[in-house]
């Protein structure tokens, strides 16, 4: 896909890896729907007004149904169409069976799994009209393995790969590919309640590669996979080597 002026929709496009890839993609010409429920903490409008961008930022609710189908609209309404979707929002869903997973339960999947299906619901009619399209969705590491007291939060994310797999193949005949990214342990403020102890297991222990990722590692992947005309249905993982070993 050639990305100068194509328009891309990013949910949760202020911070951490949402705000990289709206960076990224600014870079590369591509005009943008931010898509947040806080629009104000954020630095990114002055740096996408340096870069001269066309961008558009809407403050929603995306676990609201409604809320999903409103942002695509008034996407298509600003920009007169609708080429990328990257849907980077999420959050923290802590709790096991026993110890709280009943309170997040809903809300996560509202969130992770049912905002993708509507936005995309309320988007691919446009982007069958223009017989070219990329969908991203955000799974993460903790989707792929077992994962102690995140039991909502593991569920979700291991939906995303399936969803991705399923609407890939069913979106094919369009020319709209769609494709997943599993992040491991990426230093943003989702990573801010780790203790010293932790991330210094994580670093000597967990990761392979012992280091923890940065929002330009995963970057680097969903930028790749936007472009790539040849690429549908795959999950890539961006986790130092965290989840491929057993010791």
């Excluded at 104000?40 to 995306?62: Q, R």
């Excluded at 801010?192 to 222990?205: A, F, R, T």
């Excluded at 472009?227 to 993982?237: A, R």
């Amino acid at each position: 896909m050639e990305l100068k002026n194509k328009v891309a929709l990013i949910t949760g496009g202020t911070h951490g890896i949402g705000a990289g890839i709206t960076i990224r993609l600014a870079k590369q010409g591509v005009q943008l729907c931010i898509v947040s429920r806080n629009l104000n903490k954020t630095k990114i409008f002055e740096d996408l007004d340096l870069l001269g961008v066309k961008y558009h930022k809407i403050s929603a609710d995306l676990s609201k149904k409604d809320e999903c189908e409103r942002v695509v609209q008034e996407t298509v309404d600003f920009f007169g169409g609708l080429d990328i979707i990257i849907h980077a929002a999420g959050a923290a869903a802590p709790g096991g069976l026993l110890t709280g997973a009943d309170l997040v339960w809903d809300q996560a999947f509202n969130l992770h799994v049912h905002a993708v299906f509507h936005l995309c619901l309320a988007a691919v009619p446009y982007m069958q009209n223009s017989s070219e399209g990329a969908i991203i969705l955000i799974s993460s590491s903790a989707g792929l393995r077992g994962v102690k007291n995140a039991l909502a939060y593991s569920v979700v994310k291991g939906a995303l790969p399936q969803f991705t797999r399923s609407l890939a193949f069913e979106l094919s005949d369009w020319n709209i590919r769609v494709n997943c990214v599993s992040p491991g342990v990426i230093r943003t403020r989702f990573q801010e309640y780790l203790s010293g102890e932790q991330v210094s297991n994580n670093i000597n222990n967990r990761i392979p590669l012992h280091r923890e990722g940065d929002v330009d590692d995963v970057g680097e992947v969903i930028e790749m996979l936007v472009k790539s005309d040849f690429i549908t249905g795959e999950n890539v993982v961006v986790d130092g080597g965290m989840s491929m070993r057993i010791v």
